[in-house]
């Protein structure tokens, strides 16, 4: 099996745990795209077997996300999983929350939390957060495409729906947002509806994945191996190269005389991928090859 698993994750599993399934399932070698923290839930792309491989050639990984900002208080883990380190002073009113977004549209500084999946010398922040050891971490440079404020929910909260580049935490917008309106706040509540070309409403439970891999359905609930890979440009090509594509070798440029000099490109043999091309020289190579056991 080749393909992928739009996966809706649970609260309270992590992502590691939903690969473990989905390995088991299937028996193939299987890796996940954007971990997504155990109490998030949301979309959680599943590479299984070969598509493995295409992760770092999404062309698209920007994400969506549908967060609640809680006003009370900041905790070491900026989510309502952690210890309240700063204690809630007042709710701002939406006038005054809407005006704070502004500063955090486009691209931004963001410092990762001490408590995330980052690793120092091999170990993730959060097992060195667990037994005390802080990690002070670099601010970076984060994308944020859109910030809307939605609707208020009890006493001390809002909705917010961020569109976002990779590598946003909104667990650490959420803590920054209330550290800029001077009202210590946390992330209660995650929901990732989008990650690049994998939307929430294309996407399956775990019980759906189980039922279908009980009734020998299971490749066929996979999604195609280029379907995260649409805004790449296509080569078809002609039955004389097909062998030379499906071992992996080098082809003529010329091929594709309009991709530019390390652009990317799917190869394809009657509709079948055959692996991501990039043009060097005169040369179309393989980058990653998806037959006859290319790497």
């Known amino acids: 099996m080749n393909g992928f698993v739009n996966l809706l994750k649970p609260p309270g599993m992590t992502s590691g745990a939903a690969v473990a399934v989905v390995k088991r399932l299937t028996g193939e070698r299987v890796g996940h795209a954007g971990t997504l923290d155990p109490e998030a839930s949301g979309v959680l792309p599943i590479m299984v077997g070969r598509a493995t491989r295409l992760l770092d050639y999404f062309p698209d990984k920007s994400k969506s996300y549908v967060a609640e900002i809680a006003f009370a208080g900041a905790t070491d883990t900026q989510d309502g999983q952690g210890v309240v380190i700063q204690s809630a002073i007042r709710v701002p009113t939406r006038e005054e929350i809407e005006k704070a977004l502004l500063g955090f549209q486009g691209v931004i500084m963001q410092r990762p939390p001490a408590y995330s999946a980052l690793k120092r010398d091999g170990v993730p922040l959060y097992a060195l957060a667990r037994k005390g050891q802080i990690v002070e971490t670099e601010a970076r440079e984060t994308l944020i495409r859109s910030i809307k404020l939605g609707e208020k929910t009890g006493a ?14 909104i667990r650490t917008l959420c803590h920054d947002i209330g550290q800029a309106l001077g009202a210590p706040a946390h992330m209660r509540f995650l929901l990732r509806t989008r990650h690049g070309a994998f939307d929430i409403n294309r996407s399956v439970t775990i019980e759906e994945v189980q039922e279908a891999a009980e009734k020998g359905q299971l490749a066929e609930m996979l999604l195609p191996m280029d379907f995260p890979l649409a805004e790449l440009p296509v080569l078809e090509l002609p039955g004389k190269y097909w062998k030379i594509g499906r071992n992996g070798g080098k082809l003529p440029g010329d091929l594709m005389p309009d991709l530019k000099p390390d652009e990317r490109c799917r190869i394809q043999a009657a509709g079948k991928l055959l692996g991501i091309g990039r043009k060097d ?4 190579r393989f980058d990653v090859g998806l037959t006859g056991g290319q790497e």
């Open 156 to 169: 001390d909260g809002y909705m917010l729906h961020v569109d976002c580049g990779g590598g946003t935490y």
């Open 281 to 284: 020289g005169g040369i179309l």
